[in-house]
């Protein structure tokens, strides 16, 4: 077995700020650590050898022993939860191992998610069920695989212990991966606690880290809000055209550097519908797929007020300039999102009447129940034979509303002076074949907590990892669930 020191070198940057900023917390010990899933990919990046053990790294990721270098934390945040303040929160069941240097020179946080109780636990038993860690781990990777910034996993190791909800459940640790861990919530704690030199601090400690750019800037708070709400924009955006839902964007789980942070009832559109909820806990639709830009730009208000004194000292102005500025965020998401989709419909050029072409097709996807992802792959396949328009059409339950909207499309796209087989091409580019469909990674799960089957999680997530390709022998990977398939809502895990 290797010794701890072989594990790749560990800094932790963010222990050199205040210790109100967070606690230090060892992890609690688990009975059998086993690596269940290795993301040898990632591992690569991060500088793992192959003279490293799965045992010697169970170890490590399991919290059973310390790598050099590591000073293990848990990171203090408060948060809105469903519109509702709390003043404190904190990882509760994560503990920041430190960071890494990857293969570009980039500083990564290794974070171990179910690694035991910490002082935000709030009663909780800081541990992870399996079947959350594999849906993150999937989730994560399917993300990063569709070029949408994220957390990335990086391993799930069994603990040999049972974690109580409610039912036994194996447990887990999964080694999560990030640009950084810093939330509007985090921000939100010292705001809770009118601590305004504690958000000084965290706002450069931030900018000087992720955002150097604009370190000498005059007024850097506001290019740093600015910086924050044009990657927010950018972030929704993007989840809106490959169908994501995050299902809890509390301030919380909304991270500052525009990354998808925190998977727990998340999943991607089946059959088209703004309203689609996936968060059992989700009663009202707060974070239904439709409402997601107005969530956003709502905790981006709540992140302005938490450095209004950085941006000027006269509140009044300050306000104005928030406002302001987050004013423009919808047009801001806008433009971001209809440049992505209409990149998808295979439009380069934009025209004034581009926009209610998209929305013309949202709203016969909708009307016609029609599969979102399918749609619009099929849409790819069909652009350069206009006999290929059927396999279009049977995917809506009602026709109509598909075949009044093709001409319109065929005559548009006929407009941008370019080879229809190019077109195509550009339009496979963007359009993914295979999403993380919920039924599959539902069997998925299923399979390896009830019988220790990881085979389906491996291939799910080796298909997954080329979305964009076209997998003859995983085709049934990207049909869309049939009558029967379970289409659940999900929890956190906690």
Known sequence: MITSSQFPTLDNAYSGLPERFYRYVTPTPVHKPELALWNSVLANELGFTNSETKDSIAAILSGNKIPDGSKPLAMA?????????????GDGRAILLGEVLDSNGKKKDVQLKGAGITPFSRRGDGRCCLGPAIREYLASEAMHALRIPTTRALAVTLTGERVYRERPFPGAVL??????????????????????????????????????????SDERYKTFFLTVRDAQASLIAQWMQVGFIHGVMNTDNTSVLGETIDYGPCAFLDTYDPNTVYSYIDHYGRYAFGNQPYI?????????????????????????????????????????????????????????????????????????????????????????????DNKVIELFTDPSYIKAWLPNWRARIGRENRELSDIAKDM?????????????????????????????????HSVLSKPFDDQPNYETYSEAPRPGDWQCKTFCGT
């Open 175 to 216: 080694t999560r991966v990030a640009n950084g861990h810093i939330r509007v919530g985090t921000f939100q704690y010292f705001l809770a606690r009118n601590d305004i030199d504690g958000i000084k601090v965290l706002a450069d400690y931030v900018i000087d880290r992720y955002f150097p750019g604009i370190a000498n």
């Open 77 to 89: 945040y408060a948060g809105h939860q469903f519109g509702q303040f709390v003043p404190q929160l």
């Open 296 to 388: 956003a730009a709502w905790n981006l208000g709540r992140f302005a007020e938490t450095i209004l004194e950085l941006i000027d000292p006269d509140l009044q102005k300050a306000v104005a300039w928030a406002e302001e500025v987050l004013q423009d965020f919808s047009s801001v998401f806008h433009s971001k999102w209809l440049q992505g989709m209409l990149t998808k419909i295979g439009l380069k050029t934009h025209l004034p009447e581009d926009h209610k072409l998209v929305e013309e097709l949202l709203d016969a996807m909708h009307k016609g129940k029609a599969d979102y992802t399918l749609t619009f792959r099929q849409l790819a396949k069909s652009v350069d034979n206009i006999n290929s």
């Open 428 to 460: 496979l580019k963007v359009n993914p074949a295979f999403i993380l469909r919920n039924h599959r990674v539902e069997r998925a799960i299923e399979m390896a907590v009830e019988k220790g089957d990881f085979s389906m999680v491996l291939e799910l």
